[in-house]
């Protein structure tokens, strides 16, 4: 079982529409845990860090349950622009490396 | 504040040159990686190094070689290129493996 995983999608919705996705791990013991970013023919960017307690940032939320181990991310209001394939990192304190989810692809259709 | 760099952007291989594609980073970041990303397989750990003199296998090891001589720069080597090994390839930096990475802009290599 891979360590990390996602639905690769597309996920294909309308402009307003709200959207969420979810991206599972496997140790327990994972510490720090993120959402990145990546648009077409481009390198991936930090979207936002994912705390305990969940965070918002704008039309974007993250949550984190420990307990049935997965990490989730919410748009919404979707816009044109979030169009892109999303990923998740899922670390243990003390990894030495970063592990990729294989993304999610998010396409906002007008 | 340059961040990463890769050079080169673009690069055309026949199969069996090698060439060495060269990652910059000037956040003084202790960890750099190497990933590939090949359509519909996500981002590949290829090597990664957790600090200079460094270097540690990957995921995607086999038929690439890397060097940490210096704390800014990662280097990747491909000894005797192979269609397979056709893909864009990503170089990122951290602080710490549990800190935000910091990607540079691609390679998109092909080997023909």
């Known amino acids: 079982r891979k360590e990390v995983e996602q639905d690769p999608g597309p996920f294909n919705v309308p402009e307003g529409a709200t959207v969420a996705f979810n991206c599972t791990y496997s140790n327990s013991a994972s510490q720090s845990f993120f959402w990145y970013r990546q648009d077409c023919r481009k390198e991936p960017k930090l979207l936002m860090s994912?705390?305990?307690s969940g965070n918002e940032d704008g039309r974007f939320t993250a949550q984190l349950n420990r307990a049935s181990q997965y990490i989730s991310l919410l748009i919404r209001d979707s816009k044109l622009s979030d169009s892109a394939t999303y990923l998740c990192v899922v670390q243990r304190s003390s990894a030495s490396k970063i592990i990729f989810g294989s993304g999610t692809r998010l396409s906002i259709r007008p | 504040n340059a961040g990463v760099t890769q050079t080169p952007k673009f690069r055309v291989l026949k199969t069996g040159q090698s060439m060495t594609l060269l990652c910059a980073q000037d956040?003084?970041?202790?960890?750099m990686y190497w990933y590939r990303q090949d359509p519909g397989m996500g981002l590949r750990l290829i090597h990664y190094s957790v600090g200079e003199g460094t270097t540690a296998k990957g995921e995607v090891p086999d038929g690439y070689n890397v060097s940490r001589l210096k704390k800014q720069n990662f280097l990747l080597g491909l000894e005797s290129a192979a269609p397979s090994q056709t893909s864009v390839y990503f170089c990122a930096s951290s602080y710490t493996a549990s800190t935000e990475a910091f990607f540079g802009q691609g390679t998109r290599l092909t080997v023909v």
């Open positions: 956040m003084n970041h202790e960890y």
């Open positions: 994912v705390y305990s």
